[in-house]
Antibody, heavy 124, light 109 residues
Framework: QVQLVESGGGVLQPGRSLRLSCAAS????????MHWVRQAPGKGLEWVAL????????YYADSVKGRFTISRDNSESTLYLQMNSLGVEDTAVYYC?????????????????WGQGTLVTVSS | SSELTQDPAVSVALGQTVRITCQGD??????ASWYQHRPGQAPVLVIY???KRPSGIPDRFSGSTSGNTASLTITGAQAEDEGDYYC????????????FGGGTKLTVL
């Protein structure tokens, strides 16, 4: 069965950096686009970034563009989110999610499997 | 970026029918997909495309679209359907980006 397990969350001060990981299993990771989605405390879901199956295309929400970088290692079936210049507004549970479409140059917005999330808290 | 608007909260009596709506300009060009999110759990895709259900999703969940409004209908709501529901679609200002609605909290009475 499809499993997505996020890790790397924690508590850190504003301005610092953090890298999240998402270990995937149960499907052919290298053929599906992947997304990061976050949920701030008491708020709704916010899409953060996506990466194509081959890693050649990446897209970001305006709120994180220039600070966050999504990447993947298909040999390790792992998705990453490098987060720099973190601010208190980045405090959230971060979910990785699998795109439904296989081998799509531009992934869809149908996120058919999600991980349990990892909490990132940015506080002084 | 475009926006998707949802009512913050909706309630339904057990066994009755409820409709959750999602409004936005992007829905004139893209279908909405819908997610159920229970506290402490991973979100679950319940509807995508025209009106498709992933395997394992009960057939009491259905979706529809009219103009700029997408709807998720639960026919015969069950206690386990309580939770937050989110719509999403492409951002119509850039067809590579994704946008979520603000979410609707469903209470089953």
């Amino acid at each position: 069965q499809v499993q997505l397990v996020e890790s790397g969350g924690g508590v850190l001060q504003p301005g610092r950096s953090l890298r999240l990981s998402c270990a995937a299993s149960g499907f052919i990771f290298s053929t599906y686009g992947m997304h990061w989605v976050r949920q701030a405390p008491g708020k709704g879901l916010e899409w953060v970034a996506l990466i194509s199956y081959d890693g050649r295309t990446e897209y970001y929400a305006d709120s994180v563009k220039g600070r966050f970088t999504i990447s993947r290692d298909n040999s390790e079936s792992t998705l990453y989110l490098q987060m720099n210049s973190l601010g208190v507004e980045d405090t959230a549970v971060y979910y990785c999610a699998k795109d439904q479409w296989s081998r799509a140059v531009t992934p869809s917005y149908y996120l058919d499997y999600w991980g349990q999330g990892t909490l990132v808290t940015v506080s002084s | 970026s475009s926006e998707l608007t949802q009512d913050p909260a909706v309630s339904v009596a057990l066994g009755q029918t409820v409709r959750i709506t999602c409004q936005g300009d992007s829905l004139r060009g893209y279908y909405a997909s819908w997610y159920q999110h229970r506290p402490g759990q991973a979100p679950v895709l319940v509807i995508y495309g025209t009106n498709k259900r992933p395997s394992g999703i009960p057939d009491r969940f259905s979706g529809s679209t009219s103009g700029n409004t997408a709807s998720l209908t639960i026919t015969g709501a069950q206690a386990e359907d309580e939770g937050d529901y989110y719509c999403n679609s492409r951002d119509d200002t850039s067809n590579h980006l994704v946008v979520f609605g603000g979410g609707t909290k469903l209470t089953v009475l």
